[in-house]
Structure formats: structure tokens, C-alpha cells
């Protein structure tokens, strides 16, 4: 984490004030990104990975959201920025892949419509100039006939094809960090497959910094160059995708590569579920949040009731945020966890 | 929720409060007249009633007219409310008319079309009248007898005129005539109406009829050139004989008259053409005309009854508005009918008794009070009528809150010393005779006759409830509470359908149970009498005996209150129509 | 069809109420004879009207002379009222049709004027209070729509004539009614007062609806997608926001507008406004069957042609409704 990287965010704080008491959705986050590199945010939903990327991109609006910290975007912090100039970058600069598309487009105008007004919103050019843009986004999208389709409404599309145009949507303005919130949930399996691979293969063209979000480590398995898992508002562990995959140290990421759906089983079928609901975020849970659920909590002799663990490097650009010692984690994934996700 | 309604109900007494002195403040009217700021007349309360206010005859200027319905028609020969009757005045000359002045003198009949009254001959029953020479219709066409017979003929077909009175279908002497339009081309065969030449008319009847001076002057009489006879259309323009003519009349919403270029003045001594024009706004919300009206932004309001019930309450507890308004008579007395078919009403005593027991004056609030309901009756012949005579049988005039000893008395010589129970009728949709109904219950209840109150909607009370007799019989509806307003202040206009027997039929009443030989064959003496002092005897001695037999329990001799603007001149009170008389009003 | 019940259930009401209270046919037509009709008359009037037919034929005459048209005898000779008639009243003796059509252009005036007033106002407030819920300006907006939905509107409009038109003089005189093609100026002056009474009561509904509409349309996913887009607030707010919100004002507005066409009763008779709604009035006060079936079927007309422009317009608004 260097100062130089494209973008940098610092102890960033999403907190919301409701009648029930402040809510900490993001309680304290950081990671950077480079151009080219993809990261993955993982955790279940609650965990803040959604506000965090509407943080982002200056979405919290209105006097109940409180947004502190920093996020260097190529050397600006939006978090002190104006509202206007966040507006401006939006769509241009960054740009967002929503998950449903189906909800997440205006189901009165077509799909060019909406691609159109994306692109003439930061460039001031023609419709009929905007309108062969969107076109040619939509061809390179992998929608075909984009002329024709170009005119239709998202409810006539499928839904691989409402993602596809979301994402030329996204890209209309060949912005320079995209964040996708869970691009495939709403998708079936297959259709899954092909849209992470039409992701990547955008990716490398635009040489744009890419954050996926999702619940599922299969998802961000492909793509991701580095995973941050959220837990509670806060990153447990943070690292390259080899790290989380082959070496995961933190229950909580253990839990979740024990859910991971795969193509060869069962999607239902969960060997290592993570037991429990996720924690209320107004009052998280004494010391490390993830306590209450994690089967080794009685290891720690009561700390990880009493105090917040630190999120602390285990090996180089791999963090962890556990009261178990290193070689506690290491030995319980190699004798009990990983033998237990391999025989599925 | 109680903070709340007391809120809401603080801002509508704020808003009524800016109603109430928009009312009363009276400064709309300055408006009108191009800044003139002067301070409106001083003027008294019921000045309007024996005189004439403001007057002028200064010329100019249009007469605004607001009305809150319609008229039944502006077919002379298709009309039957006073107002209708005073208003067509304004376009059509009948052979006769009530003379145009304040007091009992606008109660006498003067010649209008017709140089005098009639001349009678054959014992009353053939009437002759002599036109005026020189009268014309607004196109110029001279007027002729011809042109009142067939005026006359057309208002005897009551399938395409239903309107107007029946009193020339029932007194002519018709034959088997109908009427010129299911017989064409009879007329001249017609022996009802004459016209020996074109000035003369000769009206013959199938009996003696001494007061047909007063069939002369409905609006019937007045000239319809056959020419441009359209039927039920003709009402969308008249042809005028009066001072003012139709120049619009977009049915239903307004009417709009001009000065008639023909009519000329040396032919109508009682009419004068001050207005340039007449405009008359209808189906008016009366709440706001009646704002407009006291406000002066609208010269006159065209009903019967006067201001309503909202702009009454200004208008008697603000003297400096109160001064503008007059307590006007109506030919109309509020009385109950007590049935002689539902015993033991059929026992004169017991009918007296409630006659002594009943408080008149509880009912005279029931109606508004002495200004804006009447004064209380002491008997059912109304006061202001030609040929009044006091008659105070039961003492009313010292006891108007009743006479519970002689009540007493009574019932005791009717054999019910305790008192009995009946049943009291009234339409349910008027407040005033529901009042009356409670009030009765609560008087009579102090001698022990108990009554039970029954409304009944008043759309049908006639066809088919009190005007039934079966039913009234069998429903044992002992008082029906009821009134009635004579056609014209003529004994014979107001008794004729409410105490002559032989009018009651099986259902639609309008007698509902006064069945007296005597009075039968004093109505006929009376109707056939040609001279008119003698005939106002009769008439009084019909008011006396209907008082002796307690067939009618009356009240109230009707008021309306009603309201002229400082700016409006020449008004004052017709007694014979109870209203201002319109012929005689200006602005300027 | 529709149009076909409403006639029907108009003519029973008629009749059988009248004759479940047991009245004759003579005791129905003494409605509609002079005061001092005699027996033979009324009876003759019964005749003349057909209230001694069975209520079919009286019906199929009804009908008749909708497609057929109407011979009248109307004195000096006889006319032909052309289809579609509606008949002639029983008590002014006026056809129907044309005093209807005479009216509809002041019905008109104030229904559509009143409409752009509402709307405008209503939805306007509707977004306002919308985006800034909770606000003073929120609170304050739906207090007064709740007025507005509750006064009564024979109580506004009084007031309203008594303030603006007589203590100010900034209004001119509702009763005296001038055709738009005229002279628009003073037929809008006259008739302001009446636009907003009315509207106020609708107003209140449109901001109320708009509001709710707007809360929940500004959480929906795609205006969160128009912001990521970068797209300016008011853009987000009217184009994105406001479009979705319109779809259920505008069915409200459509049946609402239809049914103020068939006459704003209260309203006409408050202001004296000689429209649709006065004559309703009273042609139900006078009993007068021709008239009721005239206001009735044109009311009913009104209300379904609203109907079907609302279900097109819907097709026009909402692509997903349209038929492919």
C-alpha cells in the first residue's frame, strides 16, 4: 500500500444514524488498487461490501450518512471532494455494474436510451453520435444485432443480456475503476460463466482497476488478483487470491470456502456452513465480531470476547484479523479444515 | 385529536368571521359605480313596506336580477309563481293589473291592456273589456283582441303549457274546445272568448264569477300574436308588449332584456322604462347571491321567500344592514289541518281544545320570528289580504302561548277530560314544520293530548300520505301540519282550494279535510257576488266560520325577509305579490 | 355494455322505487303537471309520457330513440329530434342533448383548468415534500393537503368568493360565464377561483399520491443506477424519479378527469356554474327521468372513454405494457 496507487482507501467509516442507534456498516476499512488488477471483495451480505462500493463512489447520501476517512481516487480524495465534482467522475471515471439488472434499469426507456444518456452526460457530443456509441458498446458486449436491440426495453432482453448491456452501460464511458456488486447473482449458472469471462476480457482492454463484489469466492476465484474479506464492517483478511484459496488463515474465510458453490456439486450442499447470523451492526459483538459464530473461539482463552483483534500481516500482502496464533490457524487448516473441503 | 379540532374549528370561525364582514361591510358595491365612495343612504327597516325607497327617475344603467332557481316559465301563459307573475309584467301587458304602488292601494286592480276593469253583464257571467289604443308588439304589429283570445286559447292546452292555473279551463265556457293547437283552425268556433272587433274581447263564463277582474290579470291575458306562437319553445322569446323585450335567453342561465322600442308610454300609465337594460342571472348558489345581493353587486334577488337562511342571521343582527331590509307580508298562512275522520277529532270540543291548547308563539320561532317568519295568525285568512276582518275566536292575541283552562274545558265537553293520542304529519324535509310538530307535541302535552310525530317526504305528502285521506284515515293522522299561499290576495285565490268540500278527491290534495255545507255554499255566494265590498263580507265570514268548526289550527301569517341595496331605487313592497315589485326598480 | 347497465339501472331506479312506495303511474306523472293540474289532466300527462307501459316498452322506447330519434309534438307542429336523442325533459320540456352540449363547455373549462392547477401543484408539492421528508416544508405541504381533502368545498368556495372576489376584487364574478374563444383572459379570471377550489381538493390526493409514489421510486434500484451513471439530482429526480411516480397519478388523473366531466356537482353549484353538474342536480331534484339518463349515460360516456385513454396512455408510458 504506497502512496502512488490508483486507488487508496484509508480507514474509510460508513456509519448510519437510525432511530435504533448508529448503525457502522464500514467501520474502519483500507486496500488499494492499481489499474490492470482486479480485487475481490468477498462476505455475506451485511457485511458492508455494498456500502463500501457506494462509498466509493459518493452514493451515501442525505444527513443519516456519515462517511469519513480517505479515498484517493488517481491522487483525489473523494471523501473531502464536492458533491458536484464526485458527480462528474461518476459514470467517467468509475463506473458501477449493479446486480438484478433487471431492477437496476429504468424499465421505461430502451437499453440505447439509457447507454446514450450515460455517455452524453460526460461527453458532449450528438445523440446520433452517442447512439452509434452505445451501439458499438452493445456489440462489444456480446449482445447481437445491437442495431436492432439497441431500441428494445430491458424487459425484452434475457437476463445475460441485461447484464451484458449494464455492463456496456458501465463501460460506455470507458471509465478507469469499475466496481461490479455482485455482476452475476441473478444470473443462472452458465450465463455466469460466460459474463466473469466477458468481464475479464474487457478488463484487459480498458486496462481499468476492477472491484468484484460478492458473497461467493467462486465468483472472484477467476478474476481476482488480490481478495479482501469483509466481516462486520471490517476487513478479517486480506490477500492475493492464492493466499485465500490455498492458505486461508481466518475461520470466517474457511466458513465461506466450505460454502462455496461449485459446478460438480450441489449448490445446496454446504459441508462447512458458517453457523449463525451475521451480527447486528449497532451492536456488533464485544471484541471480535465474528466470535459468537467461530468454532475456535474457545482457543483464545476469552480474548477474542474482550478485545478487537488487529488486522495483522501473516505472510507479505497477506492479512489477518484473528486472536489465534499464527501457527494455531496454520494447523487447523491443514489438519482439520482443508482435508475435510478437499475429500467434497 | 382534541388539539386538533380545536384548531380547525378556530380557523372556520376565522374564515366565517371574513364571510360574515364580507356581508356586512357592504364596500363591493363601490365598486360598481366607478370609485363613488359616498356613504350609502341612511334607510330604515321595513321602510320598503309602505313606501317607496330611493326614488328616482333618473334612466340608464342595466338592473341585475340573481336568482337562486329558475322561473316555472317566462310563457305568460305557462306561469304560476308570483315572482314569474311580477316579472313578466316587465314584457307583457295582461288586460288588467294590480297598481304598482306601496300599501293596501297596490292591492286594487287597475286596467292595464284593457282601458278599465271589465264590465260585467248577464249577472256575472259575461265580462267585457275594451283595449287601449295605439298598444304594439316589439315588432311594431299593432295588438288586437284577436291577439288576447288566442293568448287565452293557447294557455287552456295544458299538455304543452302545464304551468299556469287552470282558472280559464274551469270558468270559460269552453264546450269541448281544448285549446289551438289539438284543434286548429277552431278558434273562431270557440264561444269561451269573443272578439267582436279588434278592441273589444268578451269573456263568457259558464257561471257567475264576480271577481274575474282578477282572472284578467294573469299573465294569460297577455297578447301571443298566433303568428309567432312556438309552443313549449315560445318561452325562449316571448313577444313583448311591455317596456322591455328578450334580447337572450340562454335557457336556464340567464335572461337578458332590452328596451322594447315599441312600447310607448303614453299607452301604459303604470309603467316607466328606466334601465337600459335587465339582466337576470338563474340557477344562482344562494349563499353567494345572497352575498352578492348584500354587497350590491346584484340589485335584486328574484324568490319568494326572501334572503336565506345564512344571510338572515347578518342581516338581523347587523343594523347597519337590517336597515336595508324589509319584513315583507306574503299572501301565505302556516296552519294544521285537524282531521275530523281520525276521532275523537271528530268531536268539535276536542278539536277546540287543541285550537286553546296549542302556543302559537313557540311555532312563530319555529318559522324565524316575527321578521323573517311572521306574525302570529289569529286566524287562517292572512291579514294583509283585500276584505280582512279581525276575527280572534280563541283569544290568541292575549294568549299566543295558548289558553290551557279553556283547553281543558274543551276536552272535558268533548268527553275526555285526560286527554287523548294522535298522530301529527309533517314533510320531513322542511326543518320548520318538524319544529312545529315538536312544539305542538309539547303544548298539547300540557292538557294530556299526546301526540306521536310522523314525517313524511314532501315530494308525495299530497299524493300519497296527509293529501290521502284513506290514508290519512287509516295511518289515524289526526293533525297534519301544511300552508298555503293564496294566487292572488283575493278571498277566493286563498279559500277556494283549502276549505270548499267539494274540491277533496281520493288522493293530491290540497283541502285535507275542512268538510263544511256552509262554507261550501259561502264560497259559492261569495265567488258569484258582484259587488266587491259584499264580497269581502262573505269572504270574512268564510275566515270566521272555519274558525268556529276548528278544521284548521293556523299560526303564522307568513313574512319573507328580503333585502334591497342602498344603491337600488324605487323599491318597495307589492302587497299584492309579497316582494318587491320589479316593475318599478332602477340603479340610478 | 357498460353504458347499456347504467341506462338500465337508471330507468329501474326510477320507476320501481317509486312503485315499491306505491305510486301509480297517474301519481308519477303528477310530478310533472302544473300546481293546479285536476285529475284528468295528471292522467293524461301519464298517458302522454307512457307510464302506464310495461317498463320494457317504456325502456325500448328509451333506446329507440337514441338510435331512431324523437317526434314531439311541441304545440303549433310536430318535431323531429335527431338520434342520438335523448328525449325531452319532463319539466322544462327542453331536449335533453343540446342543453347538455350547451353545458359542456363550462364543465370543460372547469374541469381542465382545475386539472393543470392540480396537477401541476399537486405533484410538484408531491416531489418536494418527497425529497425532503420530514422537512418543515413536508410537514407544512401535507398539513394543507389534508385541509384540502378535508373542507368542503360548497365551505372554500364561499369563503373564497367572499375574500378574493368581493373584500379584494381580484377575481372576477364566476357566475358571469364567457367562452374561452371569446375572451380567453376574462374566462380565465372568472374562473380562477372555482380552478383552485376544486384543484385544492384534488391537489391534496396528487401530492399525497405523488409523494408516496416518489418515496418509493427514489429507493428503487435503477435511480441509484442513474446516479452511478453521474447523472445531475434534478435529472435523476424529474426524468428518472418523476417518470415511474407518473404512471399511477396519471390513472388516478384519468378517472378523476372523467368523472369530473360528467359534472363537478359541488363545485358548479357552489360558484353557480351552469355546467354539467348543476344540471344534474337538478334534474335529480326535479325528478326529471330524460335529463338523469342524459347526465347519467354522458357521465358514464366520459368516464369510460377516461378509461380507455388511460389505458393507452399506459401503453405509451409503460413499455412493458404494451402489446407485442
Known amino acids: ?344 | 385529536m382534541k388539539i386538533r379540532s380545536t384548531a380547525s374549528a378556530v380557523a372556520i370561525t376565522a374564515a366565517l368571521a371574513l364571510v360574515v364582514s364580507a356581508c356586512g361591510g357592504g364596500g363591493g358595491s363601490t365598486k360598481k359605480n366607478g370609485g363613488d365612495t359616498a356613504e350609502a343612504p341612511a334607510s330604515q327597516y321595513n321602510a320598503g313596506v309602505t313606501q317607496v325607497v330611493n326614488p328616482s327617475t333618473k334612466t340608464g344603467g342595466t338592473l341585475h336580477m340573481g336568482m337562486p332557481g329558475d322561473f316555472d316559465s317566462v310563457d305568460p301563459g305557462d306561469q304560476y309563481y308570483g315572482y314569474s307573475w311580477n316579472f313578466s309584467r316587465l314584457y307583457t301587458r295582461a288586460l288588467t293589473m294590480f297598481k304598482p304602488v306601496p300599501g293596501e292601494e297596490g292591492l286594487k286592480l287597475v286596467g292595464d291592456l284593457a282601458e278599465d276593469l271589465g264590465k260585467s253583464s248577464d249577472g256575472g257571467k259575461t265580462w267585457t273589456y275594451k283595449l287601449r289604443a295605439g298598444v304594439k308588439f316589439e315588432d311594431g304589429t299593432p295588438v288586437t283582441s284577436k291577439d288576447v283570445k288566442y293568448a287565452v286559447a293557447r294557455s287552456l292546452d295544458k299538455e304543452i303549457l302545464p304551468s299556469g292555473p287552470t282558472y280559464f279551463n274551469d270558468w270559460l265556457d269552453n264546450g269541448d274546445y281544448t285549446g289551438p293547437y289539438k284543434m286548429k283552425d277552431k278558434l273562431d268556433s270557440w264561444k269561451g272568448v269573443e272578439t267582436p272587433d279588434d278592441q273589444t274581447i268578451v269573456f263568457h263564463l259558464k257561471k257567475a264569477y264576480g271577481g274575474f277582474d282578477y282572472f284578467a290579470m294573469l299573465p294569460s291575458t297577455a297578447p301571443v300574436p298566433a303568428a309567432k306562437d312556438t309552443g313549449t319553445k315560445y318561452k325562449e322569446h316571448p313577444v313583448s308588449t311591455g317596456p322591455y323585450m328578450f334580447k337572450a335567453h340562454e335557457l336556464g342561465k340567464r335572461i337578458e332584456l332590452v328596451k322594447n322600442p315599441n312600447w310607448d308610454a303614453a299607452t301604459d300609465p303604470n309603467r316607466k322604462q328606466l334601465n337600459d337594460s335587465v339582466e337576470v342571472l338563474l340557477g344562482q348558489n344562494e349563499d353567494d347571491l345572497d352575498q352578492r345581493l348584500l354587497s350590491g353587486k346584484i340589485d335584486i334577488k328574484i324568490n319568494s321567500t326572501g334572503v336565506g337562511a345564512n344571510a338572515r342571521k347578518t342581516l338581523l343582527t347587523d343594523p347597519k344592514v337590517k336597515q336595508y331590509a324589509d319584513s315583507a307580508p306574503l299572501d301565505r298562512t302556516w296552519f294544521t289541518n285537524l282531521n275530523a275522520d281520525v276521532p275523537p277529532l271528530d268531536n268539535i270540543h276536542c278539536r277546540k281544545a287543541v285550537m286553546y291548547a296549542a302556543d302559537r308563539s313557540a311555532i312563530q320561532g319555529a318559522y324565524g320570528g316575527p321578521d323573517a317568519g311572521g306574525e302570529i295568525a289569529l286566524s287562517l285568512m292572512p291579514s294583509k289580504m283585500t276584505g280582512y276582518e279581525k276575527n280572534d275566536l280563541y283569544g290568541v292575541e292575549a294568549n299566543p302561548g295558548g289558553d290551557v283552562t279553556k283547553a281543558k274545558e274543551e276536552l272535558t265537553a268533548c268527553g275526555k277530560p285526560d286527554g287523548f293520542s294522535t298522530t301529527i304529519s309533517f314533510r320531513v324535509e322542511r326543518a320548520a314544520e318538524k319544529q312545529t310538530a315538536e312544539s305542538l307535541q309539547q303544548s298539547l302535552g300540557r292538557v294530556g293530548i299526546k301526540l306521536e310525530v310522523k314525517g313524511y317526504p314532501q315530494g308525495d305528502y299530497f299524493k300519497l300520505y296527509a293529501g290521502k285521506p284513506d290514508f290519512a284515515k287509516k295511518n289515524g293522522l289526526g293533525l297534519m301540519v301544511y300552508g298555503w299561499g293564496a294566487d292572488y290576495p283575493e278571498g277566493f285565490g286563498f279559500f277556494q282550494q283549502i276549505v270548499d268540500s267539494r274540491v277533496i278527491r281520493a288522493a293530491g290534495n290540497t283541502n285535507l279535510g275542512v268538510k263544511d255545507p256552509e262554507i261550501d255554499k259561502l264560497v259559492d255566494q261569495a265567488a258569484a257576488e258582484q259587488d266587491a265590498t259584499k264580497r269581502n263580507a262573505i269572504w270574512a265570514s268564510v275566515d270566521k266560520k272555519v274558525s268556529d268548526d276548528a278544521f284548521i289550527l293556523p299560526y303564522v301569517w307568513a313574512h319573507g325577509l328580503f333585502y334591497r341595496p342602498p344603491t337600488l331605487k324605487n323599491a318597495f313592497v307589492s302587497q299584492n305579490f309579497g316582494m318587491y315589485e320589479f316593475l318599478t326598480l332602477s340603479t340610478q | 355494455m357498460l353504458l347499456f347497465v347504467v341506462s338500465i339501472a337508471t330507468f329501474a331506479i326510477f320507476f320501481l322505487v317509486p312503485r315499491l312506495a306505491g305510486m301509480s303511474a297517474d301519481d308519477l306523472a303528477s310530478r310533472y303537471v302544473g300546481k293546479a293540474a285536476n285529475d284528468q289532466m295528471i292522467h293524461e300527462a301519464a298517458v302522454r309520457l307512457g307510464f302506464n307501459d310495461p317498463l320494457v316498452v317504456q325502456y325500448g322506447r328509451f333506446v329507440k330513440g337514441i338510435f331512431l330519434g324523437v317526434d314531439r309534438n311541441y304545440g303549433p307542429g310536430v318535431e323531429h329530434c335527431p338520434a342520438p336523442c335523448f328525449g325531452y325533459s319532463y319539466v322544462t320540456q327542453n331536449p335533453v342533448l343540446p342543453d347538455l352540449l350547451d353545458r359542456l363547455p363550462i364543465t370543460l373549462s372547469l374541469a381542465l383548468g382545475a386539472a393543470v392547477v392540480w396537477v401541476v401543484f399537486g405533484v410538484s408539492t408531491g416531489v418536494l415534500s418527497a425529497l425532503r421528508r420530514g422537512s418543515f416544508f413536508d410537514r407544512l405541504s401535507m398539513g394543507v393537503a389534508l385541509a384540502g381533502v378535508s373542507l368542503p368545498i360548497f365551505f372554500t368556495g364561499i369563503v373564497s368568493l367572499a375574500i378574493f372576489r368581493d373584500q379584494l376584487g381580484l377575481v372576477g364574478d364566476v357566475a358571469d360565464w364567457v367562452p374561452f374563444s371569446e375572451d380567453p383572459l376574462t374566462w380565465a379570471n372568472n374562473l380562477i377561483l372555482p380552478w383552485v377550489t376544486l384543484a385544492f381538493l384534488y391537489a391534496a390526493g396528487y401530492a399525497r399520491l405523488t409523494r408516496a409514489g416518489m418515496l418509493e421510486t427514489m429507493s428503487e434500484d435503477y435511480i441509484r443506477t442513474a446516479r452511478a451513471k453521474g447523472l445531475p439530482e434534478r435529472m435523476v429526480v424529474v426524468k428518472h424519479g418523476l417518470r415511474a411516480t407518473l404512471t399511477p397519478v396519471m390513472t388516478m388523473f384519468g378517472l378523476d378527469l372523467g368523472l369530473l366531466l360528467g359534472g363537478a356537482v359541488l363545485t358548479e353549484s357552489t360558484f353557480s356554474l351552469p355546467g354539467i353538474g348543476k344540471y344534474a342536480v337538478d334534474a335529480i331534484n326535479n325528478n326529471d327521468l330524460p335529463q338523469v339518463m342524459g347526465v347519467t349515460l354522458t357521465a358514464a360516456s366520459f368516464i369510460i372513454v377516461a378509461n380507455l385513454i388511460v389505458d393507452l396512455l399506459y401503453a405509451v408510458v409503460d413499455p412493458r405494457v404494451r402489446l407485442t
Open chain 1, 1 to 344: 500500500m504506497n502512496e502512488s496507487a490508483f486507488l487508496d482507501v484509508k480507514d474509510l467509516k460508513i456509519h448510519f444514524s437510525t432511530d435504533d442507534g448508529v448503525v457502522k456498516s464500514v467501520d474502519g476499512l483500507s486496500f488499494s488498487l492499481e489499474r490492470g488488477k482486479t480485487l475481490g471483495i468477498v462476505g455475506e451480505s451485511g457485511s458492508g461490501k455494498s456500502v463500501t462500493s457506494l462509498g466509493i463512489l459518493g452514493l451515501h447520501r442525505g444527513k443519516n450518512a456519515h462517511v469519513s476517512g480517505e479515498i484517493w481516487l488517481d491522487g483525489e480524495d473523494l471523501v473531502t471532494a464536492s458533491q458536484e465534482h464526485v458527480r462528474r467522475l461518476r459514470g467517467r471515471k468509475m463506473a458501477m455494474i449493479f446486480q438484478d439488472p433487471l431492477s437496476s434499469m429504468h424499465p421505461f426507456y430502451t437499453v440505447g436510451d439509457q447507454i446514450i444518456e450515460a455517455y452524453r452526460i460526460h461527453h458532449k457530443v450528438s445523440k446520433s453520435v452517442a447512439r452509434k456509441h452505445a451501439i458499438d458498446m452493445l456489440g462489444r458486449v456480446g449482445i447481437p444485432e445491437p442495431k436492432s436491440r439497441v431500441d428494445s426495453y430491458p424487459h425484452e432482453f434475457s437476463g445475460g443480456m441485461r447484464q451484458r448491456a449494464m455492463i456496456a452501460m458501465a463501460l460506455s464511458c470507458d471509465p478507469e475503476l469499475l466496481i461490479a456488486d455482485e455482476p452475476t447473482t441473478a444470473l443462472d449458472v452458465t450465463v455466469q460463466a460466460q459474463i466473469l469471462d466477458l468481464m475479464r476480457d474487457l478488463q484487459r482492454e480498458f486496462n481499468s482497476a476492477l472491484i468484484i463484489i460478492t458473497h461467493d469466492l467462486g465468483v472472484v476465484a477467476e478474476l481476482s488478483d488480490d481478495i479482501l474479506v469483509m466481516y462486520a464492517g471490517k476487513c478479517i483478511e486480506y490477500g492475493s487470491a492464492e493466499d485465500i484459496f490455498y492458505r486461508p488463515e481466518h475461520p470466517y474465510t474457511w466458513g465461506l470456502l466450505g460454502s462455496m458453490p461449485r459446478l460438480d456439486r450441489e449448490p445446496t450442499e454446504r459441508l462447512l456452513p458458517v453457523k449463525g447470523t451475521p451480527p447486528s451492526l449497532i451492536n456488533v459483538p464485544s471484541g471480535c465480531a465474528f466470535h459468537p459464530r467461530c468454532p475456535y473461539s474457545d482457543l483464545t482463552d476469552g480474548q477474542s470476547k474482550a478485545e478487537v483483534p488487529a488486522l495483522a500481516p501473516t505472510d507479505p500482502g497477506h492479512l489477518v484479523r484473528c486472536h489465534l496464533s499464527r501457527t494455531q490457524r496454520r494447523t487447523l487448516w491443514e489438519n482439520e479444515v482443508k482435508p475435510v473441503l478437499e475429500t467434497q
